[in-house]
């Protein structure tokens, strides 16, 4: 069957409740296409708009991780849109067939992913149905984000339950506040993504149950079970992003873009990541009274601070010398000028103490002239006191000695008392 006189269709690749896909060639380019078609039979009166409305969300998206759009037309009162055709198998036959995926590979489904949902969200378009069967893999294992705008589960939950097999297939990867009622925004598709890279991980989603309610239920007040719980060798810190995308409120989601940078560094094996550098900071500058004191600093004028620097610590081998160095270095600038001016002020004080207890002694302490020298005691000495030319010796009070020999004076016989006279007269 040819479609508007250039794609010829070949082999049925995918049947989904709105269309089909083909795998056709288009011969005007000679290339292989992917050709999806309306079903002609969908009574669905929005099934037109939605699909007119996936052609042109994801005619508007030029990226490696989402499947582009090639073409969209009419044929014969259907509606076909011409698709980039990918070579591989979608996440769903994956895990069919393969069972949970390694986090290395993982890790690469979510950066690939998300960096497809961050170019949609930053244009306005919200996918909506993130699953694992909209998640195609290329020849060489890239990811490719396919069915843009097609809303499988309604903004509406109660209208989107009477849909057989398609609520259930959707409610489990169902963001809580499109649970709620509430219309999609980017967030819910990065609750979607998480949903769909825990299912990689553990071969099962994060909730399930006998029916859709009872699953959005689970979404709306249910904590995930940590992988680690269930036997899966994860590092931690993949762990506790995966458990941040699911988290029930949306704005403590990460951002699509946020996620895929997350992932593209490699920051899910828990890798340190560098510390920012630590700028040097400037001590306080002394007080200008300190700066006075100190020696060879004149008056008024401002000494420039010392600048503080982190010293890191010696090895074993140089550790005394470092440290003795450190000290020095540490010591000098502002922290020297402090001790210069708390050395001279006790300096000056000691001198001034010292000072005045001199200045003491001298006022209080007796004169050593001749003239208040006390005599030496006479009764203690044998040898006469020295003569002066006068025939005068210091004596006591400085009083001269009375002349000995024919000089001296006759003594007069002291008064007697009436006992002692000889004749008892006068």
Request: charged content about 20%; glycine content about 10%; some cysteine.
């Amino acid at each position: 069957m040819l479609i508007a006189g250039r794609y010829r269709l070949e082999t049925a690749i995918g049947r989904g409740a709105m269309g089909e896909v083909w795998r056709a060639y288009d011969e005007m380019l000679g290339r292989p296409v992917a050709v999806k078609l309306l079903l002609a039979q969908n009574t669905d009166p929005t099934a037109a708009a939605r699909f007119r409305l996936e052609a042109q969300t994801a005619g508007r998206l030029q990226h490696p991780h989402v499947v582009g759009v090639v073409d969209f037309g009419e044929q014969d009162g259907r509606l076909f849109l011409v698709m980039e055709l990918v070579e591989g198998d979608s996440l769903q036959r994956v895990l069919a067939q393969a069972g949970p995926l390694p986090a290395e590979d993982v890790a690469r489904v979510a950066a690939e992913a998300a960096a497809g949902l961050a170019v949609a969200h930053e244009q306005g378009i919200v996918h909506r149905d993130i699953k694992p069967g909209n998640l195609l893999l290329d020849a060489v294992g890239s990811v490719k984000i396919g069915d843009f705008g097609i809303a499988r589960f309604m903004d509406d939950p109660a209208g989107g339950l009477t849909a057989t097999g398609q609520i259930v297939g959707t409610s489990l990867y169902i963001a809580p506040e499109r649970a709620l009622g509430q219309p999609a925004g980017p967030p819910s598709d990065v609750y979607s993504l998480g949903c769909v890279l825990y299912q990689l991980l553990t071969g099962r989603v994060p909730f399930h149950a006998e029916s859709a309610i009872a699953v959005l239920h689970h979404h709306l007040d249910t904590p995930p079970v940590p992988p680690r719980e269930l036997g899966i060798a994860l590092p931690p810190a993949f762990e506790n992003y995966l458990l941040g995308l699911l988290a029930k409120r949306p704005e403590d989601r990460p951002t699509a873009r946020r996620t895929a940078e997350w992932f593209a560094t490699g920051s899910w094996r828990g890798r340190p990541e560098p510390l920012p550098a630590v700028a040097p900071h400037r001590a306080p500058e002394p007080p200008a009274s300190t700066l006075a004191a100190l020696p060879g600093t004149r008056s008024g004028a401002a000494m420039p601070p010392a600048s503080v620097t982190t010293y890191a610590f010696p090895s074993a081998a140089g550790a005394a010398p470092a440290h003795r160095a450190g000290r020095r270095q540490r010591t000098g600038g502002g922290a020297l000028s402090t001790r210069r001016a708390r050395a001279l002020s006790a300096l000056a004080a000691v001198v001034i103490f010292l000072g005045a207890l001199l200045l003491g002694i001298a006022w209080f302490s007796p004169d050593q002239s001749s003239a208040d020298t006390p005599p030496a005691d006479r009764t203690q000495s044998t040898s006469p006191a020295p003569q002066t030319r006068t025939g005068r010796s210091d004596g006591p009070a400085g009083k001269p000695e009375a002349p000995k020999g024919k000089d001296a004076p006759k003594e007069k016989d002291a008064p007697k008392g009436k006992d002692e006279r000889g004749d008892g007269k006068d």
